[in-house]
């Protein structure tokens, strides 16, 4: 049971969602539960919610509540990935397969789960490791040329094997959790979020017979950037700022040693976001006029 309720929120947000909405939301949620709390540095003040500090925020609540869409629940989970309390998303955003609650559906989600009837979904972060630097994502970790339509050449191990040395725009290794994002747009497949694995995706290869292909997330994997069109290539995760990599750097992937614990009510439905999300089952006939 969830007795201390955390509120996050991204300032930069505020023209995206109607803050008037995310008031009400808020006044529906403290009925339920009196004791609500937002750190102070997030630029939003509601009188349902104590302001506290970082450090007082993280050891008061055991349950955060995202406001927002997708992207605004990755940024709270790098935040507060090492103190393993358990995210709830509501979707404020456009898609929402992370914030799966509807604001519609607020008042009897909310009511559901601080009355006991959810599930905790354990999700799995990627680590990319080099030179000094470490960078985790939920979603995926990308590595690019860093230039539009210019392939950078790379050699790709699996276990101490060579899987292949090949040129494209980049490689993405997404979780199942990105297998519903970025890697999705680039022609991957779709990973139901229980499956403990990783799906390894080309970006625009030069070669024709190259396609995704998925392993275990347990698999030792390196990546080593031989050479492109600019002075450095390039990485990022979750489609955060890119950090320059330099030719001829191994880049470690690894499965990172936390994971994300996602709250969710326990009617939720994986299939069911997907038909909602990505139009699948569309009646044709309802939509198209000769």
């Not at 995706?201 to 024709?208: G, V």
């Amino acid at each position: 049971m969830f007795n201390s309720i955390g509120v996050y929120v991204r300032e930069k947000n505020f023209p995206a969602i109607d803050v008037k909405i995310l008031d009400s939301l808020l006044s529906a949620l403290v009925k339920l539960q009196p004791e609500i709390f937002i750190e102070k540095d997030l630029g939003y003040t509601n009188k349902c919610c104590k302001e506290l500090s970082h450090d007082d925020f993280i050891t008061k609540v055991d349950l955060i509540i995202v406001f927002g869409g997708d992207g605004t629940l990755l940024n709270s989970s790098r935040k507060y990935i090492n103190s393993n309390i358990p995210i709830l998303g509501i979707n404020m955003g456009k898609v929402g397969f992370l914030t799966d609650i509807n604001i519609k559906n607020f008042d009897n989600a909310i009511k559901e789960i601080l009355d006991g009837s959810y599930e905790v979904e354990k999700r799995n972060l990627v680590k990319a490791t080099f030179e000094d630097k470490n960078l985790y994502g939920l979603n995926e970790i990308t590595i690019h040329s860093g230039s539009y339509a210019q392939l950078m050449r790379y050699r790709l191990t699996v276990n101490r094997k060579i899987v292949y040395e090949q040129r494209s725009d980049g490689l993405i290794i997404a979780t199942p959790t990105g297998s519903t994002a970025y890697a999705l747009s680039a022609g991957g497949p779709i990973i139901h979020p229980k499956l403990d694995v990783w799906t390894i995706l080309p970006m625009l290869p030069q070669s024709l017979s190259s396609r995704p292909f998925v392993i275990s997330s347990n698999e030792e994997i390196f990546i080593e950037i031989l050479d492109g069109p600019n002075d450095v290539a390039r990485i990022c995760a979750d489609g955060q700022d890119d950090v320059p990599v330099k030719y001829n750097t191994k880049i470690f992937i690894e499965k990172l040693d936390k994971n994300l614990n996602l709250v969710h009510p326990k009617s939720n439905d994986f299939f069911e976001a997907c038909r909602e999300k990505l139009g699948w089952s569309l009646d044709i006939s309802q939509n198209h006029k000769l």
